[in-house]
C-alpha cells in the first residue's frame, strides 16, 4: 500500500488545473510513488490515464524525435485543442523522468500549446538542476512546480505505522498542561529520525545495519550520479566538499575559506553550491537584516536537505544524545520542519557584526514574525542574549526550541 504524503492533496487539486504539474525533489525522495499513487487515483475515477516512465530509451528516442510520438504509447489519442473535441475527453498524461528529455521545455510547451484543452500532464524530475538549465521562461504560466522533501516527522510517524503518537501529538499540542504516557516513545522515535533521516526507503527499512547500507547507496550512487550528470570534473573535490559542508551544518559558509581548504577557484566552489543546491543536497538560507544590500552580502548559512545523508557522509550514527554535533542535528532537523509550513526564502537568520546570533528568523510579513533559538537543553537559553534583536525588531517574538518541543513535531 502506498502510504500518504503531505504533497499528496494538493497534487490532486490541481489535477483539474490546465498548467503542467512539475513535481521535484530529490532522487530517491518518493516521487514515483506519489506518480504512481496519483496514477491509481485517476484509474479509481475512470480517467485515460497513462504512465510513461522515460528511463524507458525506446520511448525517450521516439519523443525527442517527435513530441507527439508520445501518443504512440497510450491507447488514447487526443485531438488538439484548435479543432472540436469530439471525443470529449481529457487525456492525463504522467510523465516519470522528464528531465531526461533532451529539451524538456520545448516538448511541455509544444504539449500545452497545441493539447492544452484535451491534455493533462504530471511530471517528476529527479534535479532542479536541469529544470533551470533546460527550463525557460517560455513554460511560464503553463506550469506549477511541486517540491517533494524527505518525510517531515508527521510523515515519517505514519510510515512507520504510528497513529497512536501521531494522535498523542495532537493532545500534547491543544491541551494544555497535558501529562502524556507516551513521551518516552515520541522521543525514541525522533532520535531515530535523527539519526537515520527521512528518506522513504531508508525509514520503512526495520533493520538499522540495512538503513545504514542504503544511505551508503545513496551516497556512493546517487550523489555521484548527480556529479557525473552535471559534468563534475573534479570529482575528490566535490565530494570532499560535501562532506565539508556536513560537519558544518548551521554554520555560515565562508566560500574564501572552502576555497583555500580544497585549492580551488572561488568559481568553481560556486558551480559546486549551485549544483548541490539545484540537486536538492543543501539549502543556504540568507541572513536577515533592515538593510537589504547587507543581507544579501552576507554570509548564508547551510543546512541539509536529509539528516540520514549528512550523517553517511559523516559516518556517524551513534545515539543523538550522547554526540557533540546534537544540537546540530535539531537545528538542521527544525529547518526541514519548518520548510514544510513557509517558504524557503523566508526561513533567514540575524547574526551581529559583535557575534550575536539567532537560529532561525521566520520573516512571516514584512518586518513581522518569529525567531526561534535551537538548543537541545532549554536551561542554555537566555533572554538577555537577544535584547537588541527584540528592541530592533519589535514585531517578532523568540522562543527556544529545544528536544522537548512537542508541539513543533506535529508539522
Same mark, same amino acid.
Given at each position: 500500500m502506498l502510504k500518504s504524503r503531505k504533497l499528496y492533496s494538493a497534487l490532486v487539486?490541481?489535477?483539474?488545473?490546465?498548467?503542467?504539474?512539475?513535481?521535484?525533489?530529490?532522487?530517491?525522495?518518493? %516521487?514515483?510513488?506519489?506518480?504512481?499513487? +496519483?496514477?491509481?487515483?485517476?484509474?479509481?475515477? /475512470?480517467?485515460?490515464?497513462f504512465f510513461i516512465n522515460l528511463e524507458n530509451k525506446n520511448i525517450l528516442d521516439a519523443i525527442n524525435s517527435d513530441a507527439d510520438a508520445i501518443f504512440d504509447f497510450t491507447t488514447e489519442t487526443p485531438e488538439k485543442s484548435l479543432l472540436t473535441n469530439t471525443k470529449g475527453l481529457i487525456v492525463y498524461l504522467l510523465i516519470d523522468e522528464i528531465q531526461y528529455l533532451s529539451n524538456p521545455t520545448r516538448f511541455l510547451k509544444y504539449l500545452y500549446d497545441e493539447y492544452q484543452e484535451n491534455v493533462k500532464i504530471v511530471a517528476t524530475g529527479s534535479s532542479a538542476f536541469y529544470m533551470d538549465r533546460k527550463f525557460n521562461d517560455s513554460l511560464a504560466g503553463r506550469k506549477r512546480i511541486f517540491h517533494l522533501h524527505p518525510l517531515s516527522f508527521l510523515e515519517y510517524l505514519d510510515f512507520n505505522n504510528k497513529p497512536a503518537l501521531i494522535k498523542e501529538l495532537s493532545f500534547i499540542n491543544?491541551? %494544555?498542561?497535558?501529562?502524556?504516557?507516551? +513521551?518516552?516513545?515520541?522521543?525514541?522515535?525522533? /532520535?531515530?529520525?535523527?539519526?537515520?533521516?527521512g528518506y522513504p526507503a531508508v525509514v520503512l527499512e526495520k533493520n538499522k545495519q540495512e538503513k545504514i547500507w542504503l544511505l551508503e547507496e545513496l551516497k556512493n550512487s546517487y550523489v555521484k550520479r548527480d556529479m557525473f550528470e552535471a559534468g563534475i570534473e573534479k570529482e575528490e573535490k566535490f565530494y570532499t566538499l560535501l562532506q565539508i559542508l556536513a560537519d558544518q551544518v548551521g554554520n555560515m559558509v565562508n566560500k574564501n575559506e572552502l576555497s583555500n581548504t580544497l585549492r580551488i577557484d572561488g568559481k568553481t566552489i560556486d558551480n559546486y553550491l549551485y549544483v548541490l543546491q539545484k540537486s536538492f543536497h543543501v539549502y543556504l538560507i540568507k541572513p536577515f537584516h533592515k538593510n537589504i544590500r547587507k543581507e544579501l552580502t552576507k554570509m548564508p548559512k547551510l543546512y541539509f536537505n536529509d539528516i540520514g545523508l549528512r550523517n553517511a557522509l559523516l559516518n556517524r550514527f551513534e545515539t543523538p544524545s550522547l554526540r557533540a554535533d546534537k544540537g546540530q542535528l535539531l537545528e538542521n532537523f527544525m529547518f526541514g520542519q519548518f520548510r514544510y509550513v513557509y517558504q524557503t526564502d523566508q526561513i533567514k537568520y540575524w547574526r551581529t557584526t559583535a557575534g550575536k546570533e539567532i537560529d532561525f528568523v521566520i520573516e512571516e510579513s514584512y518586518i513581522q514574525g518569529k525567531a526561534f533559538e535551537v538548543k537541545w537543553n532549554k536551561?542554555?537559553?537566555n533572554t538577555k542574549r537577544y535584547k537588541e534583536f527584540l528592541q530592533t525588531y519589535a514585531a517578532f517574538s523568540i522562543e527556544c526550541i529545544d528536544v522537548n518541543n512537542y508541539d513543533l513535531l506535529n508539522i
Open positions: 487539486g490541481h489535477l483539474n488545473d490546465k498548467r503542467h504539474t512539475i513535481i521535484t525533489g530529490s532522487r530517491q525522495v518518493g %516521487k514515483s510513488s506519489l506518480l504512481k499513487k +496519483l496514477y491509481k487515483h485517476l484509474q479509481d475515477g /475512470h480517467q485515460k490515464v491543544n491541551k %494544555k498542561n497535558y501529562k502524556s504516557l507516551l +513521551l518516552t516513545q515520541i522521543q525514541g522515535q525522533l /532520535h531515530e529520525y535523527l539519526t537515520y533521516g536551561s542554555q537559553f
